[in-house]
T-cell receptor
Framework: AQKVTQAQTEISVVEKEDVTLDCVYE???????LFWYKQPPSGELVFLIR??????QNEISGRYSWNFQKSTSSFNFTITASQVVDSAVYFC??????????????FGGGTRVLVKP | DGGITQSPKYLFRKEGQNVTLSCEQN?????MYWYRQDPGQGLRLIYY???????QKGDIAEGYSVSREKKESFPLTVTSAQKNPTAFYLC??????????????FGPGTRLTVL
């Protein structure tokens, strides 16, 4: 069975500090996909990144960066120079490779990030 | 604008009543999904559909039913058999591809409260 663990339930930082969100996953599949989503107070989930299991290259997008380490089954997310608008709940999710039965996402419990001015 | 709409935003129901949550998408996506989110928790999959007139149970389908008569619509009915229906419900869709996985796009959600 697949499992995603986000051990940090809440992180509070002051604006301009960096914040790293941890994500550890479990799967028996050799091919899988990992995602990060942001849920602002409005409630709608916003897609941030997708990574497949064969691509361990780290990625940077503006103030966001992701560190994928297959050896430790981790897919961590860092926000550099945080801003108040980054305050949200962030979810890590895992999907099996595509099968006819469907694309099922397994979500972690989420990490609430509070950025104080 | 392309996107996913869910209605209503807030819904109140008396115990013992069935209620239907609407989800419509104009993204031309083949697959659609329903998730439930409880306070302080992640999302759990209720039902999903990859094609019209076909759908599969997710991890917590008991007490729920769905239909997929049109590509753009995937309504969810919360029946009286659902023991604890108060939650935030999110609908999502994704394009179907022959290989690989695409991200799911989410609607704004419906907050259901049972009185």
């Amino acid at each position: 069975a697949q499992k995603v663990t986000q051990a940090q339930t809440e992180i509070s930082v002051v604006e301009k500090e960096d914040v790293t969100l941890d994500c550890v996953y479990e799967t028996r599949d050799t091919t899988y996909y990992l995602f990060w989503y942001k849920q602002p107070p409005s409630g709608e989930l916003v897609f941030l990144i997708r990574r497949n299991s064969f691509d361990e290259q780290n990625e940077i997008s503006g103030r966001y960066s992701w560190n994928f380490q297959k050896s430790t089954s981790s897919f961590n997310f860092t926000i550099t120079a945080s801003q108040v608008v980054d305050s949200a709940v962030y979810f890590c999710a895992l999907s099996e490779a595509f099968r006819a039965a469907g694309n099922k996402l397994t979500f972690g419990g989420g990490t609430r990030v509070l950025v104080k001015p | 604008d392309g996107g996913i709409t869910q209605s209503p935003k807030y819904l109140f129901r008396k115990e013992g009543q069935n209620v239907t949550l609407s989800c419509e998408q104009n993204l031309n996506h083949d697959a659609m999904y329903w998730y439930r989110q409880d306070p302080g928790q992640g999302l759990r999959l209720i039902y999903y559909s990859q094609i019209v007139n076909d759908f599969q149970k997710g991890d917590i389908a008991e007490g729920y039913s769905v239909s997929r008569e049109k590509k753009e619509s995937f309504p969810l009915t919360v029946t009286s058999a659902q023991k604890n229906p108060t939650a935030f419900y999110l609908c999502a869709s994704s394009p179907r591809t022959s290989g690989g996985i695409n991200e799911q796009f989410f609607g704004p959600g419906t907050r259901l409260t049972v009185l």
